[in-house]
């Protein structure tokens, strides 16, 4: 079942500096939900406290009505949070498949003696895992390269590969981190129709940090727009798109960023 995240006074400093501002927002179960704003504004901080990789100093961060602040990332597994990175960390000199796998490690019986042994109940589940996973490649269009090592795929397949292995957890709420991140236009549509079949079939509710506004504005039912670690507007990509204020704020760092 689809996750209901709920974000209350996120606030997150760095020394002295205030990188996040008592940001709150909710996301309904099943949503497509967007994170925009200039580069700086804060967004890969707020994913990384949602994740659980950096503790805000206060605030509220809810799945499900729970509190996870301070949660690691392990623990934040358990209430169904998966997450794919702009880099993507895969082991490269393992298969697509092996990496894949590992997105479902703990639902692997016992440990690793049991596996070592290949005792026949850890056999079965693993077996049931790999057909899962290649599943999973198939739908995902990605069954061709199961048995290839990832260092032989390029940056575009890594992204893909990634978020197969976070399917693989069966995630309630996915967070999506510049999935299009260096992808050639054709890479992009695709990335788009792999998310709207996510949105049709997967029971799961997607939050998306991304700079392609193309993306955002195809997949998002609301957006939240930060800058300079505060919540600047939340509504849809066109109003975000429209918004004096936002476009402001773009143009404002693209000159600052031009002038430095």
Known sequence: MAARLTLQDVTLRFGGVAVLREVGFEVEPGQVFGLVGPNGAGKTSLFNCISGHYRPGTGS??????????????QLVRHGLARTFQHPALQLRETVLENVMLGAHDRLPGGP?????????????????????LELLERNGLGWAANTRADELSHGLHKGVEL???????PKLLLLDEPAAGLPH??????????RR????????????EHHMGLIAALTDRVVVLDHGAK???????????????IEAYIGREEADDAA
């Open 61 to 74: 961060i809810r799945i499900d009505g729970e509190e996870v602040l301070g949660s690691r990332p392990a």
């Open 113 to 133: 003696l049991t596996w070592s042994l290949r005792l026949p109940y850890a056999v079965r589940a693993e077996r049931k895992l790999r057909e899962e996973a």
């Open 164 to 170: 197969c292995r976070a399917l693989m957890m069966r």
């Open 186 to 195: 054709s890479e992009v549509e695709q990335l788009i129709e792999t998310v």
């Open 198 to 209: 996510l949105q049709r079939e997967a029971d799961v509710t997607i939050v998306i940090v």
């Open 232 to 246: 600047l507007l939340e509504g849809t990509a066109a109003e975000a798109q429209s918004d004096p204020r936002v």
